[in-house]
């Protein structure tokens, strides 16, 4: 059996193998912010029970830290209009600490806070795990960097993620393999 080369393209974020899409992270995603209006939790809606309201302090490891963790009753919750999470969504930091993110991992409910934005894949043939790869990537790093804003704290808006280029191998099984692979590394 021959091993076929690989051949690669130069694209506005290195080289990837010819087969390969460049897109948007809005093409593969969609993104929602938290509800900012009157419904937003004050100090005196938090609980010591009830659903998660998730801030940029509690992303730790790309997981959420319930350590010290903020919570709304269910009809706080229910008043939300938005940034209602769900299992393998992508919480991003979109001030301050920009890059830092969790997957939610389980079925539990929650909000975010406004200094986050919730990154949910549409296409079935985008993988979570190579979606967070990509955002540990130099890649996605580089993007921080020349699209942030701010000058006392760096921030990033929704719309501005939305336009991150983002190298698309052209199968799911690809995106599975890339993703076990740089998990054993």
């Known amino acids: 059996m021959e091993l076929m080369e690989t051949k690669y393209k130069q694209t506005e974020v290195g080289l990837i193998p010819e087969d390969w899409k460049l897109g948007e992270l809005n093409q593969v995603c969609s993104f929602e912010n938290g509800d900012r209006g009157i419904n937003y939790p004050s100090k005196s809606d938090f609980k010591s029970w009830g659903k998660l309201f998730v801030n940029a302090g509690h992303l730790k490891n790309k997981s959420i830290s319930l350590k010290n963790m903020d919570y709304i009753s269910d009809e706080k919750f229910n008043q939300l209009n938005g940034g209602k999470f769900k299992k393998d969504d992508i919480l991003f930091c979109l001030r301050g600490s920009l890059g830092k993110f969790a997957i939610v991992s ?80």
């Open 106 to 185: 389980n079925e539990e409910q929650g909000a975010i806070a406004s200094s986050l934005i919730i990154i949910r894949p549409i296409l079935k043939e985008l993988f979570v795990n190579y979606l967070k790869f990509y955002l540990e990537s130099r890649v996605c790093e580089n993007m921080i960097e020349v699209s942030a804003g701010g000058a006392a704290q760096p921030n990033l808006g929704g719309s501005e993620l939305g336009l991150f280029k983002i190298p698309l191998p052209p199968t799911l099984t690809e995106q599975k393999a890339i993703a076990t692979a740089l998990s054993d590394v």
